[in-house]
């Protein structure tokens, strides 16, 4: 059974920060990418970063680009995302997924197979 629990979420002041972390289980985490999404109220779900599995090359949302940093550790079965310098539009559920394609990475939601339950992060001004 695929399994994905996200953690890390929580309030913080605009311009700080927070490290989420996914720990996944019930499949081969080495072979395939792996995205973080966000879905603020009344908004849909967007791709906020992803990773390949088979190169480890990573992919950012524009508005995230420069503060956030994706990885992932192998021997952990986990994936984790740095949020920097946080901006109020940051407030939204983060969700972490799994697509069982090549290893490659997209930032599109409906190419996703699984999802964590997702972790809250309000940034407040």
């Known amino acids: 059974e695929v399994q994905l629990v996200e953690s890390g979420g929580g309030l913080v002041q605009a311009g700080g920060s927070l490290r989420l972390s996914c720990a996944a289980s019930?499949?081969?985490?080495?072979?395939?990418?792996m995205g973080w999404f966000r879905q603020a109220p009344g908004k849909e779900r967007e791709g906020v970063s992803c990773?390949?599995?088979?190169?480890?090359?990573?992919y950012y949302a524009d508005s995230v680009k420069g503060r956030f940093t994706i990885s992932k550790d192998n021997a952990k079965n986990t994936v984790y995302l740095q949020m920097n310098s946080l901006k109020t539009g940051g407030t939204a559920v983060y969700y972490c997924?799994?697509?069982?394609?090549?290893?490659?990475?997209?930032?599109?939601?409906?190419?996703?197979?699984?999802w964590g339950q997702g972790t809250q992060v309000t940034v407040s001004s």
């Open positions: 019930g499949f081969t985490f080495d072979d395939y990418a």
């Open positions: 997924s799994v697509v069982f394609l090549d290893g490659t990475c997209w930032l599109k939601a409906w190419q996703y197979d699984y």
């Open positions: 990773i390949s599995s088979i190169d480890g090359n990573t």
